[in-house]
């Protein structure tokens, strides 16, 4: 019968897989070394021993990660200063329609309606009796 006996070199086996195609590897070595059966006939020392090497893989890999992660958003928002940097200037759009009532509320002719001119149209009015005159320059 084929006993798994944990070994203190195991360590450096571990930490090889860190940087190497991770995911795979650790879940095949896994696989392969820690069946079921083999953690039922671990003593609790060598539980224990292979819980604090698991803890400490973990630890540094989380932190391998984060740091993959944090200098991954560093480089997005670098970018996006760049982005909003290079912008180009949009030229100013001037009022066409101006609310009679209330003549400091103008509209561009440009996205939603205002309210005011949508409750004026619905009373039956047309958008042309808003329209802002334009004086030609000479």
């Known amino acids: 019968m084929h006993h798994f006996r944990y070994e203190?070199?195991?360590a450096s086996i571990w930490k090889n897989f860190i940087?190497?195609?991770r995911a795979n590897r650790v879940?095949?070595?896994i696989g392969t070394i820690m069946k079921r059966s083999h953690l039922n006939t671990m003593s609790t020392d060598e539980l224990?021993?292979?819980h604090q090497e698991i803890t400490g893989t973990l630890a540094e890999k989380i932190s391998f990660e984060k740091g993959?992660?944090?200098?991954?958003l560093r480089q997005l928002n670098q970018r996006g200063d760049?982005?909003?940097a290079q912008?180009?200037?949009y030229p100013r759009v001037f009022p066409r329609y101006r609310n009679p009532d209330d003549p400091s509320q103008t509209w561009a002719g440009r996205g939603k309606q205002?309210?005011?001119l949508a409750a004026q149209l619905r009373l039956g009015k047309r958008i042309d009796d808003f329209k802002i005159i334009q004086v030609a320059a000479e």
Not at 68 to 72: A, G, M, P, Q, Y
């Open 27 to 29: 879940s095949l070595m």
């Open 82 to 84: 760049v982005e909003r």
């Open 114 to 116: 205002p309210r005011w």
């Open 87 to 89: 912008r180009r200037p």
């Open 48 to 50: 224990w021993a292979l």
């Open 68 to 72: 993959v992660l944090e200098n991954r």
């Open 19 to 21: 940087h190497d195609d």
């Open 8 to 10: 203190s070199n195991s």
